[in-house]
């Protein structure tokens, strides 16, 4: 096994790939409504799956800084759960193969873990790369989720549809694996569902969802989405009967929704500078945004008892 590759091992290499693309999810940076986690759990619920390859995390992970769960039973330790970063091979609804890669993303070593993957991706004739995350956003949980875009060269994507900003951010294996296939002529683009920021730490279905449309759309694979519709509907019910029971929070989403709106007219207008409206601070919604992620989850928790009983 060649050095690039000590970091995996192929556990069967498919004979019947023809150029397929590959999903990335990485669990550890920013993934506001669980957006991206959310989707790679539905597919892995809904389709046919087999592993392709296996990652060393003994190399990998820092146990410490996130340490994995054992179950205690009976006077004695009965389980663990050992972290995994696997590459799959799945299928779609008609049977169309493509790749997904997800696990805990690597605490060490992430030069070695990039040129691991690239040597899967050279391997198996990967022909595009796709990493899907959700970061929140002062919009809406009334008005559609839209999904930002960002490729490693130009052409891949529609231009109007790319994130045109310059910032400094917190690096991140996804983002450094895609910078890197770059550098390596490998093509590789992100798909990043937009969730509102007063849901972004709760489990938010309908960002997976707009995720998953945004992936069957750029890839052309028939993907299913019943289940994870119908938890984005009870989701957003459990939602609106919380914030019509929360005088400030309403207020808070009737002001992000003018916002909204505001923007959407302007850039309708072809303006790209729309009226802003005022939106209440951090400082001024905590408390009730704090009580409202707790009702949430309570809501959750009340769900599952009942479904239990």
């Given at each position: ?27 550890g940076f ?27 995390v003994d ?91 960002h490729a ?158």
């Open positions: 096994m060649s050095s690039r590759s000590d970091l995996y091992e192929l556990v069967d290499e498919p004979a019947e790939l023809d150029s397929p693309v590959l999903v990335y999810w990485f669990d920013v993934d506001a409504g669980r957006a991206g986690g959310g989707l790679v759990d539905h597919l892995l619920a809904t389709l046919d799956t087999e592993v392709v390859a296996t990652f060393d190399s990998l992970i820092d146990y410490r800084s996130r340490r994995p769960e054992m179950r205690f039973a009976d006077g004695s330790f009965q389980d663990y759960d050992a972290p995994e970063l696997t590459l799959r091979l799945v299928r779609d609804d008609v049977g169309s193969p493509f790749l997904l890669l997800s696990g805990p993303e690597p605490d060490v070593r992430w030069e070695a873990f990039i040129s691991a993957v690239t040597d899967l991706i050279e391997r198996l004739g990967v022909r595009l790369t796709i990493g899907v995350h959700g970061i929140p956003n002062p919009v809406p949980h009334t008005r559609p989720l839209s999904v930002l875009t490693n060269r130009p052409g891949l994507l529609d231009d109007s549809a790319l994130v045109d900003v310059e910032l400094r951010v917190p690096g991140n294996i996804g983002s450094l694996l895609e910078y890197r296939l770059g550098q390596t002529g490998h093509d590789a683009i992100g798909l990043v569902a937009r969730v509102p920021h007063y849901l972004a730490e709760s489990e938010y279905p309908q960002s997976s969802l707009t995720l998953l449309r945004a992936l069957s759309a750029t890839t052309g694979l028939l993907l299913p989405s019943g289940e994870l519709a119908e938890a984005a509907r009870r989701t957003d019910e459990l939602v609106r009967e919380q914030v019509e029971g929360n005088d400030q929070v309403a207020k808070v989403v009737h002001a992000l929704e003018n916002q909204y709106d505001a923007f959407a007219g302007g850039d309708a207008r072809g303006s790209l500078i729309a009226e802003q409206r005022a939106v209440p601070s951090a400082d001024e919604i905590g408390a009730e945004l704090e009580q409202f992620l707790a009702d949430l989850d309570s809501g959750d928790d009340e769900d599952d008892d009942q479904g239990d009983r």
